[in-house]
């Protein structure tokens, strides 16, 4: 909760009386002291800070003088390199002749001293400027009333003047470093080069990635399939508590925010089957768990996920499970503004896992059905904004369940048959729907087609063998299997490209 300023009436003011508010009041000019003092309170302690308000402040934007004489003073000494904080900016002040002018040594402590958030500056910045925008805004349609009042007034003189005042504004928001219509842009070669497009997964490897950085992984299914299963197992690995999740790597996470919003006691059952004596200080460190529904829904506050993760540190959330974060997942405009409030989180340098629930007039779709993305419950506009879709099939309590990744980042996996242990906690794959183990058991080689029929089991669809042929084409370049181009059709019939394991895979298994 925002501090009070604290000020008295002897400090320095716009006003001439006693009473000195905090915040405009009706038929007062546009301002905000609390957020004027906050944003001076955090650039004393963190000169850092400067840099990251400035551009949103721009120029003359604070209300009251004293503050703006003192911003300019920080800026001086930041420019130099030197320190911001009040012992220094009193000398500074003192020498300028402005040191009483903005309060006196006392008044800079009192600054430094309010309990503000450093992580909301940039917030209170931009409420600073708002006010700043609409005080001169206010100025130009006072001086309009004041012309339009003059003898012989013209009113196309007038109206020129009033556009020419506004297209001058609307260069000066354009113009402001970190104005609202550029402040997240950036050149083309950066965005290429440095937004970290190329960076190593969070979960599988570059070929075949699961979840990539800066993009949101959604695990799908009916209930009791085990999607908390699974997740649980990639939390714990990027806590550090194991290595791999179906056989692929997971990288290591600095903190962990869990919201455990659908049943917390059945999450923490679950998560119990994997922890021991032993990961205590990892857990207590590093995974923060958040029991209950949110302060309010994603789509009424899309800046609250963003805010979650910077409150409790944490560079990874778990939203368990997205019904609980949305007002209604069909709404259109609703799932979009939930896909603001995880873009924000994630151009904030947050990681996502959303687990989220399918159709249930899906439910009872046959086992060996490959799913789409439309029989994921709510609005289309829920999946479109994933970076990566994982869909669990299978009945409930079943141990046995298949998993498909029906939007991929780059590569794909599956569909993997895999096994829960529900003692345990623990999934693993099917061996015998490995590709590189299917065609290593296969002397007479595989097809693309043939290593189709059984991942699917049962007749491919073309998309199926285009899949399988991209498998074998991995195991190819891998050195694990050799290629035998295929003859093209003709009056004899042709002859399908055919894979065979390697000698060098063969020995390595043999």
């Known amino acids: 909760m925002a501090q009070s300023t604290g000020l008295t009436s002897d400090m320095p003011s716009h006003f001439e009386y006693g009473h000195v508010p905090s915040r405009d009041e009706p038929g007062q000019a546009p301002f905000n002291l609390d957020a004027e003092c906050a944003v001076l309170g955090a650039c004393m ?48 002040l003192e020498q300028q002749g402005d040191l009483k002018r903005v309060g006196g040594a006392p008044y800079l402590h009192q600054l430094a001293s309010a309990l503000y958030d450093i992580g909301s500056a940039e917030h209170h910045a931009e409420i600073i400027r708002t006010k700043a925008n609409l005080r001169r805004l206010l100025a130009s349609a006072v001086r309009t009333v004041q ?108 903190r962990v925010l869990y919201l455990a919003m659908d049943r917390p006691r059945q999450i923490a059952r679950a998560m119990d089957r994997r922890v021991f004596h032993t990961d205590e200080k990892i857990l207590r460190e590093r995974l923060v768990v958040w029991e209950g529904p949110l302060p309010a829904t994603l789509d009424k506050e899309p800046d609250l996920l963003a805010d979650l993760a910077a409150a409790h540190r944490a560079d990874t959330i778990v939203i368990d499970s997205l019904k609980d974060a949305v007002s209604t997942m069909v709404d259109d405009s609703l799932a979009v503004a939930f896909h603001n409030a995880r873009m924000r989180a994630l151009r904030g340098g947050v990681e996502i896992m959303e687990l989220h629930h399918q159709r249930k007039a899906t439910a009872d779709a046959p086992r060996g059905q490959r799913p789409s993305l439309d029989q994921v419950y709510g609005s289309a506009w829920i999946t479109a904004g994933a970076g990566s879709v994982l869909f669990i099939s299978g009945r409930a309590g079943d141990p046995a369940v298949t998993l498909h990744h029906l939007k991929t980042p780059t590569g794909e996996i599956g569909p993997l048959d895999v096994t829960h242990d529900h003692v345990r906690g623990t999934t693993t794959v099917d061996p015998t729907k490995d590709p590189a183990v299917l065609l290593r058991n296969a002397p007479g080689g595989l097809t693309a087609r043939d290593l189709a029929a059984v991942l699917v089991g049962g007749e491919p669809e073309r998309a199926d063998v285009e899949k399988a042929r991209r498998h074998l084409a991995r195991l190819v370049d891998s050195g694990l299997a050799t290629k035998a181009d295929g003859i093209a059709g003709g009056a004899g019939g042709g002859q399908q490209t055919r894979y065979y394991a390697s000698a060098r895979h063969l020995t390595a298994v043999g």
């Open 45 to 92: 302690h963190h000169s850092d800070v400067i840099d990251t308000v400035r551009p949103i402040l721009g120029d003359n934007a604070f209300y009251r003088a004293a503050h703006e004489t003192i911003w300019r003073a920080m800026l001086a000494q930041h420019r130099e390199g030197k320190p911001t904080d009040p012992i220094v900016l009193t000398e500074l």
């Open 147 to 254: 012309r339009v009042q003059e003898p012989g007034a013209d009113p196309e003189a007038i109206r020129s003047e009033v556009e020419a005042e506004m297209r001058a504004e609307r260069e000066r928001a354009l113009a402001s470093g970190q104005g609202r219509l550029n402040r997240f842009a950036k050149d083309g070669w950066s965005f290429v080069k440095e937004t970290g497009a190329d960076a190593e997964p969070l979960w599988g490897t570059r070929e075949k990635t699961v979840w990539a950085p800066g993009e949101s992984l959604m695990i799908v299914g009916a209930p009791g399939v085990g999607k908390t299963t699974l997740a649980h197992q990639v939390v714990f690995a990027r806590l550090g508590l194991q290595e791999t999740v179906l056989e692929m790597p997971v990288a290591r996470s600095r």
